[in-house]
Structure formats: structure tokens, C-alpha cells
């Protein structure tokens, strides 16, 4: 015969008496968890508190569970409410509850300027990690660069040439169209701005400076990070899941040798080219609104073209191109190899991965800028 659980409040004197009785295991969990929330909600300012368990004719890990919970929630700095009656058969079984989850440790709610404090802190500290994690992940690449370099055999070039068909060619439809219509986009926000100064024709000058030198590869960049960089991630964050990378440790092979290093060679030569790629398809879309939408003939807008750039701005953002495609990488690499063993943590490096890779292309882009106006170019 089945006895519900009960859980009665006695007031005595300046304390209060909680008497337990009837069967507290998981079979009355609901009726359990509303007894004990709403204890706690009633009689948490009280104070010598004593909780008499002698009337309970049943109890499980649930049950243990739920009465150390309503000593906790009644714990009031030092003064922790007594368990009262508790049977031999019982107390083991209390006691371990008890010990077990005094293990893990109270949530600290950080409030109003601490927490804002507290989280420039771990922000801080995950972009150490990051940096270290980019290092090593260098380090590792380096050396094996070292070994293939001696040992030119153990190159892979089929999986090199594989990952640059999957990097390169199958990614130029997107990048031509995407910098196509961004090409369109600047010639006729500028021809529209210009218009206004009779000056229709200097949109040659700024298309061709912008495209050549910045938006050109980076915008490619970009794409390459939110395609190919988190392609990188998934597939190596899927093999730790799977234990390939395991598998291959145990074989005797180098994982960033056999993974990682045929994927940056692929990506280091693919961006070179997608970049240029890029740059041809941003004038021709610019080249072609300035003569539908602002009436700059073909050939006076090649002729301004050669006027207004020079070998040089080619060349800044070609120079560019690899080591942007080295971050995106090496980054894509690192939280590949970050993931750990479940989808949720895939999405999150894979989401990561690409969040990370644009803002380190930035910030290279930016040093980039600075030095190349240092010198003079």
C-alpha cells in the first residue's frame, strides 16, 4: 500500500518543525517537488529549523536528494536546520547524497559593476587562449612543413589537389557573382554621389582603388572564411568526434601533416586566384553599371582605368591574399580541433570559426593598410 507524502510545518516557539512522513521516492516526485519548493518559499527567514524525518516509511536517492535540498534552501549563513529521526537504513544513504553533490560548487551572481568587470575579464582571457592555441597550431604546421620539406615523398598531393577543387574551383561562381554585383553597387552609389559635382567620371578612379587595393580581397577573404573556413572545422571537428584523428595517432601518422597542412597549402594558393578573380568580376560589374547608369562609355572608362591605377595597387592586394588565407587556416584548423564529442559543440566552433577568421582578416587587413602607407605604396 502505496502512503503519500506529507510534509508538515509545527511552529515551536521561535522555531519551526518540519515533520516528514509517508513514502518519498521518485514515484511521488511531483508531489514531492511542490511540498519542498513551497516549504522553502514560506519559511526561509526562520530560524532553528529542525526537520524531523522519523515518520518516513520509504526512501530513495530522490527522496535523500530532495531533503538535503530543503536543508539547503533553509540555510541561513551558519545555521543549518538539523535532520531529526533519521533511521539507520536511511542515514548511509542521506549522507552520501550529501557528500556528493557538496562537491560542486555555489554559482557566485556577480552584480551590477562586477559582472560587467567579471566579463571583460573572461573575454580577456579567451582571446589568450586563442592566441595560444593560434601559436601552437603554427608551431605544429611549421614542423611539419619541416618534415615534408626533408621528406618530400610524404606530401600528399592528391588530398592537396582534391581540398583546391573544393576551395578554389567550386567557389568561383560565388565569389565572381558576389563581387559582380558589390562591383555595381559602388559605381552607382558613387555616380550618384559624384553626379551632384559634375565629376560622373572620377567613379573610374575610386572603383578601381578600392577594388584593387581593399574591398576586392577582402571581401573575398570573407567569403572564403564563411565557406571554406567552416567547412575546415566541420569536417575536422567530425573526424575527433568520429576518432579518426585517433585512429591516426595510433597508426603512426601526423595528424596536422595528413589533415591540416594539405588544406592551408590549398587555401594559400585558392585565395591568390579568387582574389583576382574577384577584382576582374568587381571592375567589369562597376565598369558596366558606369555605362548603363552613368553613361561613361567602354572605352573612356578603360582609358580613365589606366590613368588611375597602377601596377602597385594590383600588387598591395594580391600580397595580401595568402597570408589572409593562412589565418582563415590555421583558425579554422584550431576550432576544428577544439570540438569535443557532441553536434552542440561543432556549432559553436564552427560558429567560432568563421566569427573569428573575419575579425583576425580585419585586423590583418588594417596592418596591411598601415604598412603599405609607410612605405609609400
Not at 584593387?212 to 567547412?231: H, N, Q, T
Not at 579518426?244 to 588544406?263: K, S
Request: proline share 4%.
Amino acid at each position: 500500500m502505496n502512503i503519500g507524502p506529507t510534509l508538515e510545518q509545527m511552529p515551536t516557539g521561535a522555531g519551526l518543525a518540519l515533520h516528514a512522513s509517508g513514502e518519498w521516492t521518485v514515484h511521488h516526485a511531483p508531489v514531492l517537488e511542490k511540498l519542498v519548493n513551497r516549504t522553502a518559499r514560506l519559511d526561509r527567514d526562520r530560524t532553528g529549523i529542525v526537520i524531523d524525518v522519523s515518520r518516513i516509511s520509504k526512501l530513495d536517492t530522490f527522496g535523500a536528494w530532495l531533503i538535503e535540498r530543503l536543508r539547503r534552501n533553509l540555510t541561513q549563513g551558519e545555521a543549518s536546520p538539523q535532520i531529526a529521526g533519521l533511521s539507520e537504513n536511511y542515514a548511509s544513504l542521506v549522507e552520501e547524497v550529501k557528500r556528493v553533490t557538496s562537491d560542486v560548487p555555489p554559482i557566485r551572481q556577480s552584480i551590477g559593476p562586477i559582472r560587467a568587470v567579471e566579463a571583460v575579464g573572461r573575454t580577456v582571457a579567451e582571446i589568450g587562449v586563442t592566441l595560444r592555441d593560434i601559436l601552437n597550431m603554427t608551431g605544429a604546421l611549421l614542423s611539419a612543413m619541416g618534415h615534408v620539406i626533408l621528406h618530400p615523398t610524404r606530401f600528399r598531393l592528391t588530398s592537396t589537389v582534391h581540398q583546391l577543387e573544393q576551395v578554389c574551383w567550386r567557389a568561383v561562381p560565388i565569389v565572381v557573382l558576389i563581387t559582380f554585383l558589390i562591383g555595381c553597387i559602388i559605381a552607382q552609389q558613387g555616380i550618384f554621389q559624384f553626379r551632384k559635382f559634375g565629376a560622373d567620371v572620377f567613379v573610374v578612379d575610386m572603383l578601381g582603388v578600392l577594388v584593387l587595393r581593399e574591398i576586392g580581397v577582402l571581401l573575398v577573404a570573407i567569403m572564403v572564411a564563411g565557406r571554406s573556413g567552416s567547412a575546415y572545422t566541420a569536417e575536422l571537428g567530425s573526424m575527433r568526434m568520429r576518432e579518426e584523428v585517433d585512429a591516426l595517432r595510433t597508426m603512426g601518422f601526423d595528424p596536422t601533416e595528413v589533415l591540416i597542412l594539405p588544406r592551408i597549402v590549398a587555401l594559400v594558393i585558392a585565395m591568390p586566384i579568387l582574389a583576382f578573380l574577384g577584382a576582374m568580376a568587381a571592375l567589369y560589374g562597376g565598369g558596366l553599371t558606369a555605362w548603363l547608369y552613368g553613361g561613361v562609355q567602354p572605352d573612356a572608362f578603360l582609358s580613365r582605368l589606366r590613368e588611375a591605377i597602377s601596377i602597385n595597387h594590383f600588387t598591395v592586394g594580391l600580397v595580401k591574399a595568402p597570408f589572409m588565407a593562412l589565418i582563415i587556416g590555421i583558425i579554422a584548423c584550431v576550432e576544428g580541433a577544439a570540438v569535443q564529442g557532441s553536434a552542440e559543440s561543432l556549432g559553436q566552433h564552427t560558429t567560432a570559426s568563421v566569427v573569428k577568421s573575419i575579425f583576425f582578416v580585419i585586423v590583418v587587413d588594417g596592418l596591411f593598410a598601415i604598412f603599405f602607407a609607410s612605405i609609400g605604396i
